[in-house]
């Protein structure tokens, strides 16, 4: 019979390596999992069911029955691009201090097939012929959703990034 305090005594002595081993020795397959509690739990769990039993028939059913084909996804989703173009029109002039923006730039990025054209204006940003405070603004406007507007727009220094 399984004396699982014993058993978890041993999984907690072993390395991330040695819980792998033990992973595929219980799974009958490889893990790439490298967290050392969870695979203790898994490990342990896999354990007792192989010594005890699994889930019940019943609760196989169940799971089958929330498991409905209709809620999976048939399509991948379609690739984000990552397109971005930048030109630079007009004033030499800094845009603010350490901005790589200079007034009068224009910024391209296609966004779902989409194209957005921003340009640098002195008090914003211009987009469609609106004023925005920030480019992050306009992003969240195009996207629905929060960006940091040098990300979005490929304006991040590979330099600043990595620091």
């Given at each position: 019979?399984?004396?699982?305090?014993?058993?978890?005594?041993?999984?907690?002595?072993?390395?991330?390596?040695?819980?792998?081993?033990?992973?595929?020795?219980v799974?009958g397959?490889?893990?790439?999992?490298?967290?050392?509690?969870?695979?203790?739990?898994?490990?342990?769990?896999?354990?007792?069911?192989?010594?005890?039993?699994g889930?019940?028939?019943?609760?196989?059913?169940?799971?089958?029955?929330?498991?409905?084909?209709?809620?999976?996804?048939?399509?991948?989703?379609?690739?984000?691009?990552?397109?971005?173009?930048?030109?630079?029109?007009?004033?030499?002039?800094?845009?603010?201090?350490?901005?790589?923006?200079?007034?009068?730039?224009?910024?391209?990025?296609?966004?779902?097939?989409?194209?957005?054209?921003?340009?640098?204006?002195?008090?914003?940003?211009?987009?469609?012929?609106?004023?925005?405070?920030?480019?992050?603004?306009?992003?969240?406007?195009?996207?629905?959703?929060?960006?940091?507007?040098?990300?979005?727009?490929?304006?991040?220094?590979?330099?600043?990034?990595?620091?």
């Amino acid at each position: 019979m399984l004396n699982i305090e014993k058993e978890l005594a041993a999984l907690r002595r072993m390395k991330v390596g040695q819980l792998q081993e033990k992973w595929l020795e219980v799974f009958g397959e490889p893990t790439n999992g490298r967290h050392k509690q969870w695979l203790i739990k898994r490990i342990a769990w896999r354990m007792q069911a192989n010594a005890y039993g699994g889930l019940s028939e019943r609760a196989l059913q169940r799971a089958r029955e929330l498991a409905n084909d209709a809620d999976l996804r048939l399509m991948p989703p379609k690739p984000k691009s990552h397109d971005v173009r930048r030109t630079v029109r007009a004033l030499p002039a800094s845009f603010t201090d350490g901005s790589p923006l200079l007034l009068g730039m224009a910024i391209e990025r296609i966004y779902k097939g989409q194209v957005i054209r921003v340009i640098a204006r002195e008090n914003g940003f211009e987009y469609e012929g609106e004023l925005f405070r920030s480019l992050s603004a306009i992003a969240k406007h195009v996207t629905g959703k929060h960006w940091n507007g040098f990300h979005f727009f490929g304006l991040r220094n590979k330099k600043e990034a990595a620091q």
